[in-house]
């Protein structure tokens, strides 16, 4: 052994329970967060800056919830769930995850045509090598590599920092924005609150936490570490969203120019901040969607195969994990195939997936908080008073928000 | 045949006729091979739970209430017992190790059967039946219809409770059948099957159930990705106490791939002669013999006698990899030679080691390849070489079992060659599979829906339209199925240096690519002939394929050999994908050319 490599060895050591967190937390921001972010910015400008900050904390809690039933009992969520209540709940539970994740894939590869056709690939390209990219890093990579890459992607995020400090926005006009609540007292200003709750807070991101601290071996006595990686990581994702929000409010704002979609913003950013700012935009969503990509399929079927039994992950090849890799292989081309079939309105995929993700999140939080107070299961780790105040409050909020949001939907308003 | 899950939640209903409750588990005793049900948990009034003895109280059971044999004031309660387990508490929907077929498992349901009036459990649900009947009987009802439509039966899989192992579970103080296979019982090789499938925290308990002994053993049966994570996992005194029964060779493995400080601790809680020979084994390369094989050799001298050498052996040499060759060296324990344990046995006990020595001794090198010296042991089929530095001292040897490793190793490199899967041991066929059904399909979805929306561009007419996609599927086919010739032989040929020159291949190549164009020029004109189609585009389609086919051809022998380059190792993409690439640049061609024809021809 060589001190180069021992050094390495320590470091790596050291970062061994840096990773779940922030990967969980940064695929978050995925190609239908971008473009909500970029909407919500052009059309309010900064007015909803201090919604990101007050989510923040609502975010951490429900991830550090997560990550602490893994680490205490070295189980996924979705194996909690069936072993505390039984096969017809915990059914439900993933048909709506799968529904949820294959939409929200479709989204992913929309995104990645989107950032490609800014770059000029057409996405009959761009898409199917992005999703054989994808499938390969997925099954030729043992889990480490896979993480090193996914790392490595959810730094481009800075991208989006940099594209920020380029609008070269009103900066005393932001940090006022974020401390000084505002609210437009319209039904669209409401709608759009609900969606960035919604893609802040996706269901998936708990699955994918917890998943990834059971996987990584990571005990409840090395919890204190591994929580600060969930923590930073969702506190990261946010201000990455914050400054999405920041560039397209001091840029498309003023010049009132509403946006739907990522690309729309990516290319409206162009006359007026720069050609820069559009790749640098670009580079971000296409990082943001390959990262997701990557992500979700393989967070359903790890959830999935656990709950009702069957072999899985990354170490395991197609005769011994046959649901496993066939569940990630047919969702990650199924859903670039979608993206393929002319004609496909991809902002509705989206919408239905922002839909399925909104009813699935007051069930899995309930369940969530069900389990996390079950002493059966946690032992001495159950939550305390003032966490299941702070945990019950968020979750009240995130089903009045989706309730308002389906109605809304329902109703065609907003 | 009762299943649990219909049972949970039925009422129990008194002598009298009056239900006091709800069904909410039932235990077992754990003693026999088909335990019998010895107790009946319910929830009384406001979730009460009460447990009844099934034997005093239970007059009879069936799919819709148990009945007992006394009225509510008859009845005497009961509590647990340690060495009863509870069916729906202990393992409906717990994953259990199935210790016959070797596999982690969740239970969806318990089957249980009535024989004369005592219900015994016969085994856990597993398969995909269990979980249909859980979500509903109706469901599970409909599915084994269409199964018998299909003449085909929907099979139960059952678990019988002596093969069950439970991991939530501690069943040491629980008393079990004689034929009760518990995980750590079983041959170290399937515990590590099992362990590989297990996530850590449900390794770490199984570990708690192995002596030191038996880890040692599991742990070098682990495939080499989970060695290094599973000792890591383990406290540092039991991991250092357990390297230090594993062969050393092995040992030092699993130390190389740990973190710094973790193996500095380690080496420093084991005891000196074991750490100080670890860490010469770590100074060794990686894949020479050096660091594959023991230090643990038993030496003698010319001088000794053979009675001498056998008390040696006995005395000394008892937990050696192997003793059937002994060596023979000079007192700065420079090699001299080889007597085996026959020459020994057929001698007389007085007869001096050197008059039966054979000087003339297979040695490898301390930093030859592992590979050389693993074929040097198979060629002439040696249990053991020894290995010797350059002043030809005796520093080692590499046994028999190193060597099968080494060789697995090196078929699955060639393997990893032909197929770009790096852990591809024992996946000949998985990803044989894999490459050609579900990738292809996909590439076939995605490719039929592209050509799709390119034809409708600029096909002239319908005709027209349906003669280029009737070939589609010839020309990938073609393009694939040649491209995997060209790479095939070129794995074959192995060494770099035996590979036949570029223009040589290239030339062969091109004439069977030559012919086989011709060929399916002759087939393309035939039937479209023969099918009535428009004459432009018969022509257009009959030069269009052979042209594509003869592009893959080439671009088939050019790629991989100038990827392939001089180390072979380096290569590592998917045989599979590369073809599918190359059928995808056919594809392209015969579009393109199609396109460009139908153009000059004018539609």
Redesign the interface.
């Known amino acids: ?1 060589q001190p180069s ?3 390495r ?2 470091i ?2 050291t970062l061994a329970v840096i990773g779940p967190g922030i990967i969980a937390a940064s695929a978050g921001n995925d190609s239908g967060g971008i473009s909500t972010y970029s909407a919500a910015g052009a059309r309010y400008g900064y007015k909803m800056l201090w919604m990101m900050v007050v989510m923040t904390p609502a975010f951490m809690i429900i991830q550090e919830m997560a990550g602490r039933m893994g680490a205490v ?3 996924g969520f979705s ?1 909690l769930i ?2 505390r209540f ?3 709940p915990t ?1 439900l539970a993933m048909l709506l995850l799968l529904a949820s994740n294959a939409a929200c894939t479709v989204a992913e590869f929309a995104g990645v045509a989107a950032a490609m056709e800014l770059f000029g690939v057409a996405r ?1 390209l761009s898409v ?1 090598i992005a ?2 990219v994808v499938w ?1 890093l997925v099954v ?1 990579g ?1 889990y480490r590599n896979v993480e090193k890459v996914l790392l490595g992607l959810s730094s481009v995020f800075i991208a989006y920092v940099i594209s920020a400090f380029m609008a070269k926005p009103d900066w005393l006009a932001v940090s006022r924005a974020i401390v000084v609540p505002s609210v437009v007292p319209t039904s669209g200003f409401i709608a759009m609150a609900i969606g960035l709750t919604g893609t802040t807070i996706a269901p998936w991101m708990q699955f994918l936490v917890q998943s990834n601290i ?4 990571t ?1 409840i006595k090395e919890w204190r570490v591994a929580r600060l990686d969930v923590m930073v990581g969702a506190l990261a994702a946010n201000l990455v969203a914050m400054f999405i929000i920041i560039t397209t409010g001091a840029v498309l704002h003023p010049a009132g120019i509403m946006v739907t979609s990522a690309k729309e913003a990516a290319n409206a950013l162009a006359p007026l901040a720069g050609h820069y700012a559009t790749l640098l935009f670009a580079i971000g969503l296409l990082a943001a969607s390959v990262l997701s990509a990557a992500v979700l399929p393989l967070t359903a079927s790890y959830a999935i195969c656990e ?3 069957w ?1 899985s992950g990354l ?1 395991r ?4 994990a046959p649901v496993f ?2 569940l990630y ?1 047919v969702i990650i ?1 199924g859903a ?2 979608v993206i ?3 004609g496909v309105n991809l902002i509705s995929i989206m919408l239905v997936s922002q839909v399925v993700n909104g009813m699935m999140l007051p069930f899995l939080l309930i369940f969530m908080m069900l389990i996390i107070n079950d002493r059966a299961i946690m032992g001495a780790h159950v939550n305390g008073p003032v966490h299941n105040i702070l945990a019950w409050g968020t979750i009240v909020v995130a089903i009045a928000l989706t309730v308002l949001l389906l109605g809304m939907t329902v109703l065609g308003v907003g | 045949m009762y299943y649990l899950t219909q049972l949970l939640g039925k009422p129990v209903v008194d002598a009298a006729g009056q239900t006091i409750g709800t069904i909410s588990d039932i235990a077992i005793s754990t003693g026999e091979v088909f335990p019998r049900v010895t107790s009946l948990a319910f929830l009384g009034p406001d979730k009460t739970p009460f447990m009844l003895s099934w034997r005093k109280f239970v007059d009879s059971v069936d799919e819709e209430r148990v009945t007992l044999n006394t009225d509510r004031a008859g009845l005497r309660f009961s509590y647990i017992q340690p060495d009863e387990v509870l069916l729906h508490r202990d393992l409906l929907n717990k994953q259990i190790v199935d210790t016959q077929g070797m596999k982690v498992v969740r239970v969806n349901d318990l089957k249980l059967s009535e024989s004369r009036n005592q219900l015994r459990l016969l085994g856990a649900e597993v398969g995909a039946r269990s979980v249909l009947r859980a979500l509903s009987p109706r469901l599970e009802r409909f599915a084994s219809r269409v199964a018998r439509f299909f003449h085909a039966e929907l099979p139960e899989t059952v678990i019988a409770w002596n093969y069950m192992d439970l991991l939530e579970r501690d069943l040491s103080s629980v008393r079990l059948s004689v034929t009760h296979k518990r995980l750590h019982e079983l041959h170290p090789a399937d515990v590590a099957d099992v362990l590989e499938q297990l996530s850590p925290s449900q390794r770490a308990k199984v570990f708690e159930h192995l002596d030191n002994a038996q880890a040692a053993d599991a742990i070098s049966e682990l495939e080499d990705a989970f060695q290094a994570d599973v000792i890591d996992d383990l406290g540092s005194e039991r991991a250092s106490d357990i390297l230090e029964m594993m062969d050393p060779d092995d040992a030092a493995d699993i130390i190389g791939d740990l973190p710094y400080d973790k193996a500095e601790a380690l080496l420093r809680l084991m005891g000196v002669d074991q750490s100080s020979t670890i860490r010469r084994l770590l100074g060794y390369k990686e894949k020479t013999a050096g660091g594959i094989m023991t230090p643990e050799v038993t030496t003698v001298t010319e001088e000794m006698t053979v009675q001498q050498v056998i008390e040696l052996l006995r005395r000394e040499a008892a937990d050696n990899e192997t003793i059937y060759y002994i060596y023979v060296v000079e007192d700065d324990s420079s090699l001299v030679g080889v007597v085996s344990l026959r020459d020994l046995v057929m001698s007389e006990p007085e007869t001096t080691v050197r008059d039966i020595v054979h000087r003339d001794v297979f040695t490898a090198g301390v930093d030859d390849d592992q590979e050389d010296v693993a074929e040097l042991m198979s060629k002439y089929d040696l249990l053991a070489v020894p290995v010797v530095d350059e002043t030809g001292k005796l520093l080692g040897i590499v046994t028999v079992d190193d060597a099968l490793d080494v060789l697995e190793e090196e078929s699955a490199e060639d393997l990893a060659l032909a197929t770009g899967a790096d852990r591809a041991l024992d996946t000949t066929d998985a990803w044989g599979w894999l490459g050609r059904t579900s990738g292809w399909l996909t590439i076939w979805g995605v490719t039929g829906v592209c050509v799709a929306l390119l034809l409708g561009r600029f096909a002239p007419t319908l005709r027209g339209l349906f003669a280029i996609v009737l070939f589609v599927p010839l020309v990938m086919r073609l393009a694939e199925e040649v491209s995997a010739h060209s790479l095939g032989m070129l794995i074959e040929a192995g060494d770099p240096a035996e590979r036949p020159p570029l223009h040589r291949r290239l030339l062969v190549d091109l004439l069977v690519g030559l012919g086989i164009a011709a060929v399916s020029s002759l087939i393309v004109f035939g039937t479209l002939e023969a099918l009535g189609e428009p004459r432009k585009a018969v022509l257009v389609v009959t030069a269009a394929v052979p042209v594509s086919v003869l592009a893959a051809t080439i671009a088939g022998t050019l790629v991989p050999y100038i990827a392939l380059g001089k180390d072979e190792t380096s290569w590592r993409v998917p045989s599979s994908l590369l073809s599918a690439g190359f059928a995808l640049l056919a594809l392209a061609v015969y579009l393109g050319m199609a396109a460009y024809l139908t153009g000059v021809l004018g539609a």
Not at chain 1, 317 to 320: G, P
């Open positions: 052994m490599t021992s050094r060895n320590r790596l050591a009992t070295g189980k194996a069936r072993e039984g096969v017809r059914f009959y199917p999703a054989a390969l030729r043992s059971v996987d990584k071996g005990t709950a009702f039994g072999e170490d090849d197609w005769s011994e890799n066939g292989t081309f670039a195939a393929l079939i002319p």
